[in-house]
């Protein structure tokens, strides 16, 4: 059979109605789970994937970049599962969560459905969310001191939770045996099996106004298109090769920093992003799967050029060389509960090489770290709590602008849950939620600013856990930027206030009714150099209260105090 010809304006129509399915998808899980993680943060995604090779070929537009490629690790092993068992049939569904095979960490549930059309398998339709907490020996699953996996949470490889149509109820009995919150687990679960249902009809309606042939020739002109695109914003680009590094403050055992760092090589219409170097694999849970690794480098290109399709054609032209043995390929068992904090330090070591190739691409980098802190304990009536949130800091100024205020970082498009929420939810109360003064990284255009949070524990007693970065190295400038402020984490005991001696990592700390937690979260990096800021903005920032009158004379010089503040 002949693949049939798209015109132009069928094949925009037929890519506006799957990112619409997409899209729709991602608004039912939101507005059906039960957890704040995803109801309110939105850190899940959806997506339609190549039926031979699980690529992607559309993700909903308000689901977290970095699934984008993960995801097709994801359903490329439910593809080789179903070919190893001989079995896959219409209405089943798998679920797993190993994060080895499936990329980012054991928290996200990846629920992954065949599409049949007349007895043909056209595409894998799949879900992944962030459950709230799925077992091992933290609340909420961001265990620093965690040296395998095992100590993160429970491991489920590919399984069928739905087969030809009828639920596997003893799966969903082991799912809810292993988790803190059941009740969550299962809402967030029926979420997901909603939003594939959804995903399904919207598919048979698609095929039924343009027909399988159309639609599947319409996948691969929109893949194809997308490699185009990328080969020519390549060729854009100077051929050359240019290098930088960064590290993590520790891998939350041992106090050592870990080196991360990349080559960023053009050569025509091919980039190679080469990450020789980079620490080896460690005790601690900063390692990432090489899945994730991969889906990083995807992400970062997107954020270079923002303008190309969400599609796999877009890494065509891109090599992404990692060492085996390394942090960024590491092996099960090894813990990988806080890959967050490591793929935001390859997307800054990509941006900060990229700067040196086409500075007007990128900004500087953004205050690095989701801070994942969780509180949990046992309210009076005797039920369990767990308060899991992350939170923002500034991203780095760019050419056109400074950089954002309190913003979430750059690998996803969640949000930061509101005071409101997780006030309403937790027995907890929010003491301070405000911008960090002199946060910032100077520049031309200077970076956000970062934010201090401060939260009081209501009940009796709980235990606090972190899993953060940027303690030890600060969040970089580029083009001649600054430095932005590091991140600082304190916790109240009654020898008063006390800081973690890994800087940004902490486990069972124990709070009684009245004490706090503080955060004080990195700025962005700036863009630029100082001197070249005109003294009106400077003089803006300190009316603003962004800058004290010293950090501003003594970073941007005295010229500012000349004009009215």
């Not at 009536?381 to 050419?399: E, P």
């Amino acid at each position: 059979m002949t693949t049939p010809e798209i015109d132009p304006i069928t094949l925009a129509v037929l890519a506006g109605r799957m990112e619409q399915i997409a899209d729709e998808m991602d608004a039912t899980l939101f507005r059906a789970a039960f957890n704040p993680i995803i109801a309110e943060a939105h850190d899940a995604s959806h997506g339609l994937y190549h039926a031979e090779t699980g690529d992607t070929l559309v993700q909903g537009k308000s689901g977290l970049p970095i699934f984008v490629g993960v995801m097709a690790f994801a359903v490329k092993a439910v593809i080789e599962k179903a070919a190893r068992d001989g079995d896959l049939a219409e209405g089943d569904v798998y679920i797993f969560n190993d994060a080895h095979i499936g990329g980012t960490h054991l928290s996200d549930m990846r629920l992954v459905r065949p599409f049949f059309r007349d007895g043909k398998l056209v595409c894998y339709l799949a879900s992944v969310g962030h459950w709230h907490d799925v077992g091992g020996a933290v609340p909420g699953n961001y265990n620093p001191a965690a040296m395998e996996v095992f100590q993160e949470a429970f491991v489920l490889p590919p399984v069928k939770l739905v087969r030809a149509g009828v639920l596997q109820q003893d799966i969903v009995d082991i799912l809810l045996r292993n988790t803190r919150l059941p009740a969550s687990a299962q809402g967030d679960l029926n979420g997901q099996l909603s939003a594939l249902d959804l995903g399904a009809k919207r598919l048979d309606a698609l095929l039924n106004d343009y027909g399988t042939d159309t639609v599947q020739a319409a996948l691969t002109a929109l893949t194809d298109r997308a490699e185009t695109l990328m080969r020519a914003e390549i060729a854009a680009l100077p051929d050359g090769r240019w290098k930088a590094e960064d590290f993590l403050d520790n891998d939350g055992i041992d106090p050592e920093a870990l080196p991360i760092r990349v080559a960023l090589e053009v050569t025509g219409d091919r980039l190679t992003l080469d990450f020789t170097g980079t620490a080896g694999a460690v005790k601690g849970p900063v390692n990432i799967a090489l899945p994730t690794a991969i889906a990083t480098a995807y992400v970062a290109i997107k954020h270079i050029f923002p303008n190309l399709p969400a599609n796999a054609g877009v890494m065509r032209p891109i090599t992404v060389t990692v060492p085996e043995g390394s942090l960024l390929a590491a092996e099960f068992p090894a813990p990988t509960g806080g890959y967050t904090e490591t793929i935001l330090r390859m997307i800054d070591v990509i941006f900060s090489a990229a700067a040196q190739a086409a500075p007007e691409r990128v900004v500087a980098n953004a205050y690095g770290t989701i801070n994942a802190l969780s509180i949990a304990g046992t309210r009076a009536n005797g039920a369990r709590w767990v308060m899991f949130s992350f939170y923002g800091g500034g991203h780095g100024g760019s050419l056109e602008s400074d950089g954002l205020n309190h913003g979430n970082a750059p690998i996803s498009t969640a949000t930061i849950p509101p005071a409101e929420i997780l006030e309403a939810a937790y027995p907890v109360m929010f003491r301070q939620w405000a911008l960090r003064p002199d946060s910032a990284g100077a520049g031309a255009q200077r970076g956000g600013l970062g934010a201090v949070y401060e939260i009081e524990l209501l009940e009796e007693e709980a235990e606090a856990f972190l899993f953060g970065e940027r303690g030890r190295f600060a969040p970089q400038g580029v083009a001649g930027g600054g430095a932005a402020a590091l991140n600082v984490f304190a916790h109240e005991t009654d020898a008063g206030w006390q800081t973690p001696a890994l800087a940004s990592k902490a486990v069972g700390m124990k709070l009684r009714r009245g004490q706090r937690v503080r955060l004080e979260t990195p700025g962005g990096g700036g863009y630029g150099p100082a001197a070249a800021r005109a003294p009106e903005r400077v003089a803006r920032d300190v009316a603003l209260g962004y800058l004290s009158p010293e950090v501003a004379t003594e970073t941007y010089g005295p010229a500012w105090q000349e004009l009215p503040v």
